[in-house]
Nanobody
Framework: QVQLAESGGGLVQPGGSLRLTCVASGDISSFNSMAWYRQAPGKQRELVAFSLSGGRTDYADYAQGRFTISRDRAKNAVYLQMDSLKPEDTAVYYC???????????????WGQGTQVTVSS
């Protein structure tokens, strides 16, 4: 019942920045936390960052210090600010809804169409 729409991807040179946006609609009362995942060609989908309802955020090692996840709860939106991008960041990026279960991220396995990020010179 939740629908997710990602946007903001594109082609950027190494060292550049992108800001991804995800807007949730439908049964927005069914979740209180959100996350970003990515999937590179030939690889499994992996967790990039999450933002729990209590304010806790966490990042994959490769994202630490370069990516920032934030939310606008009034707009049912989550953002991913990506700086100092590297070619290995090239992937399709997806947002995800879930819940804060005793301080842990729990995905509801609802996905949008994703947005393509390509980092290349």
């Amino acid at each position: 019942q939740v629908q997710l729409a990602e946007s903001g991807g594109g082609l950027v040179q190494p060292g550049g920045s992108l800001r991804l946006t995800c807007v949730a609609s439908g049964d927005i009362s069914s979740f209180n936390s959100m996350a970003w995942y990515r999937q590179a060609p030939g690889k499994q989908r992996e967790l990039v960052a999450f933002s729990l309802s209590g304010g806790r955020t966490d990042y994959a090692d490769y994202a630490q210090g370069r990516f920032t996840i934030s939310r606008d709860r009034a707009k049912n939106a989550v953002y991913l600010q990506m700086d100092s991008l590297k070619p290995e960041d090239t992937a399709v990026y997806y947002c995800n809804t879930g819940k804060n279960v005793f301080g842990h991220w729990r995905s509801q396995n609802v996905w949008g169409q994703g947005t393509q990020v390509t980092v290349s010179s």
